[in-house]
């Protein structure tokens, strides 16, 4: 037997009874997935930028809400909220509120990589962190280190509440995990639990909302919840803002009415290097534009005419921005290269009539690189020809970025949209020198 192939055994006789994810699986390699340094760099500088970005949001959000900026802009990103939901975002009190993890979604292309989205309420962090562990002894330049995941996670939730709904019982595993490795080596005053979403009187001062916003009436403890942060008797994250959780941040991000803001709030160096890797992106408002008038880089006068593109002119991704539950993963989203002229048709009129209540974007689409990467099959090695999704996850605390891992999901090159599935490669990702 191969030092390799035993190597593999070995990690994959390290998973948990049970998995780290309910009845779902992946392949499992002997090596992680290597960038090189100067890659690194890049991603250590992304989560300051992504940090920039998010605070920018969230000020564009507030200062539309009272004025100060064009007030459409807070009320389409409040469009199908619940009232209660947008009253408590809205609270001068949490106004500077965001998200204390941010992850990334990476397409891997020929001249660098894209965001093909940002996730606020991510899966992955239990996971990357056991493969971590169960990569470290033959793995040491790990992006953020043998503990990367674990400190970073515990700088953001310094001992408390990890909080499931049912809608996300798939990883309950990782979290349980994750929590037990936290609680290895804590003391009593920092403690993890892992609780579902049943209302409770002896909740944590710090709590982590491993649900969805659009699922709150699946949640029985949400405005439990909501109440007590209102009260300031516990501190959660992400905080309770739909409006920070939109795809169309992207669309408003190449909006050329905004990009003064845009500039001024992220500097003029973060702006283009986040221009370099934000991918253009549109909303699809069907309010006529003036006979004069075009979609800037669609460079057409209508939706009508982007209906009618040819299969070459239809690499763009039609998704919804949020607040539903075809908002996650590869849900409701649709390759226009893939589908036929027709079915493009008609997704796309359904997306222009559902405007008013469930905002959906267009955006380009990034071809992903190849790579080749080995994995276990069976008794030998075989050799994956694949296309990468690379996650980095920073960890906010200090108002600083901390890179403490990056999740590698290698895909089969025939996929076209990267996500996690039984038939792809999950490893860590390592720079070694």
Known sequence: MSEAVSR??????????????????????????SIPQEFLARLEKLGHQLLLFQKACAQLYRTSADGRQPPWIAELLDRGKPPELVALQRD??????????????????????????????????GLTAWLHRAYAPWTHALV????????????????GDIVMSEEAATYRPEMEWLASALNASA????????????????WAPHVYRFFELFD??????ASQLMELVRSGRIHITPPFKPALEEKLWFALFWLRPLESFWIRALGDPVFRALREVIPQTWLLDPQPLPPHAVIPGLEVQSWQEVAKFSQKQRDLILKISGFSASAWG?????????????????ELQRALEAWPGAPHVLQKFHHARSFTHPWLDGDS??????????????????????????????????????HGMSEAILVPTASPD
């Open 8 to 33: 593999a055994r070995d990690i994959l006789g390290q998973l948990p009874q049970g998995g780290l994810f309910h009845e779902k699986s992946w392949r499992v390699s002997p090596e992680a997935f």
């Open 92 to 125: 001068k009190r949490f106004g500077n509120d965001i998200a204390h993890v941010i992850r990334p979604d990476l397409i891997l292309t020929q001249d660098g990589f894209v965001i093909a989205e940002l996730d606020s309420v991510p899966g992955g962090i």
């Open 144 to 159: 953020g280190g043998e503990k990367g995941m674990l400190e970073g996670f515990s700088d953001v939730l310094p001992g």
């Open 187 to 202: 003391g009593e005053d920092s403690r993890w639990r892992v609780l579902d979403a049943s209302p409770r009187t002896d």
């Open 216 to 221: 709150l009436a699946h949640v029985p403890c």
């Open 330 to 346: 590869s849900r409701g989203v649709i390759l226009g290269a893939d589908v036929p002229g027709s079915l493009w048709a008609d």
């Open 381 to 418: 090695l075989a050799s994956l020809r694949c296309r990468v999704r690379l996650c980095p996850y920073y960890f906010i605390a200090n108002d600083r970025a901390r890179l403490g891992g990056a999740l590698a999901t290698l895909c089969p090159d025939d996929k076209k949209l990267l």
